[in-house]
C-alpha cells in the first residue's frame, strides 16, 4: 500500500474507492487531497460522478481523463505569466483567471478603434458626445445613440471601469470628465 494512503482520512478514502475505477486514478485523488487539502465536500464535487458515463466518453475522446483539465489550465496560465487560477465548485463550476495589471491598464487608446478595431462604434460616440458637451445626461446619450438607457449605462459603466471616463459632481448638474 503507498505511503501516500495514511496522510489521507478514512471517509476521503471511502470516497476514492468507490467513485474511482483504477488505482492511477484514485492516487490522482489521494495526492490531490494531500498536496491542496481537499476537503471531503471538496473531493466529493472533484470526483466524477458517475466514472460508468465519464470512462467511455473519455475512451471516445469527448473528454479528457479526469482532472487534466485543471492541471492544463494552470500551466497555460503560467505559460503567459499569469498567475494561477482559482476554481470554484458551488452549485456551478467557475473559473477565475487573473489577467495581468498591464491587460488591465486604463487609457483612452484602449478604446480607440485605430489601435483596437473590435471597439464598438457606440463606445466611441459616447466618447465623441460627451468631449463635445460634458454635461449631457444619459438619456440625451441614449436618444443620440437611438440605444436603451440601460445600453447606455452599461457602456458608461464599461468606460468608467477601464479609468477613461469619470462623473464629477451631482446626477443632474455634473459634468463627464474624459481622462
Not at 483539465?69 to 500551466?75: A, L, M, Q, R
Not at 484602449?110 to 449631457?136: F, G, H
Amino acid at each position: 500500500m503507498p505511503k501516500e494512503f495514511g496522510a489521507v482520512p478514512w471517509r476521503h478514502h471511502v470516497e476514492i474507492i468507490t467513485k474511482c475505477k483504477s488505482v492511477e486514478e484514485a492516487l490522482f485523488y489521494v495526492n490531490k487531497v494531500i498536496e491542496e487539502g481537499w476537503s471531503r465536500r471538496r473531493l466529493e464535487d472533484e470526483l466524477p460522478t458517475n466514472p460508468l458515463l465519464a470512462d467511455p466518453m473519455y475512451w471516445n475522446g469527448y473528454i479528457e481523463k479526469v482532472g487534466t483539465g485543471t492541471e492544463d489550465i494552470i500551466e497555460k496560465c503560467h505559460a503567459y505569466g499569469l498567475q494561477t487560477p482559482e476554481f470554484h465548485q458551488e452549485e456551478d463550476f467557475r473559473v477565475v483567471i487573473w489577467r495581468n495589471k498591464s491587460d488591465d491598464d486604463s487609457n483612452i487608446a484602449q478604446i480607440d478603434p485605430n489601435v483596437d478595431p473590435n471597439v464598438d462604434p457606440n463606445v466611441i460616440q459616447i466618447i465623441e458626445s460627451i468631449r463635445k458637451n460634458p454635461k449631457i445626461s444619459r438619456a440625451e446619450l441614449a436618444e443620440q445613440l437611438q440605444i436603451s438607457e440601460r445600453k447606455t449605462r452599461m457602456y458608461i459603466e464599461l468606460l468608467k471601469d477601464k479609468g477613461v471616463l469619470m462623473r464629477e459632481g451631482s446626477t443632474k448638474r455634473g459634468k463627464w470628465i474624459i481622462k
